[in-house]
């Protein structure tokens, strides 16, 4: 089994400290003995914006066969600011109404005159009573009325706008810059 680490260090950290820990804990825990497989590789180019993404872009460089790797982001410090707080609000209420709008049950006997929807996509005439979902138990397809799709995706541009937005002012917070470190070895 691969056992995949992440762990962050401080900018300034001490580089062979951090390798010789996780050769210490390599050496323990897997099964080939000794420490770890290779070197770690400390990339200096390049910060990455959050944690997230410190972790994609360590995917990304990975060469595969316990390719060890460090790669920089920004962890921002929290914003108090009252512009701020309402934004993350503001991004949280578009996720909910994005949320609820998807995952509402379109067909149900309350929601409909109709006793039975028929499929556009196979022809089937199905139910409501005994409909479960908002797809067509035939095909899968999705029968919901393209104007309830249409509402559910300008909620999620709404919510995609906002999260965005929350982004931009973000960034241009005050943060510490550290290092992501990405271990693997086999046990
Ligand atoms: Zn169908």
Redesign the pocket.
Known sequence: MHEIHYASYKENVNRRKVEDEWDEICERESDSGGGLYNHIRWIENGISDSYDEAQKRIENLDRGDYDQLAVKYKRFHENKTKGHQELIKKVNEAYEDFRKKSERLHYTPGNVTSSFVG?K??G?KISVKHLKSNS?P??H?DLRPASTLKTIENAEKKWHMMAERLKKDTSKGKFDVLWLVKVEYHV
Do not use: L
Request: charged share 0%; proline share 0%.
């Open positions: 499929c996509n196979c089937s067509c035939v095909c397809a």
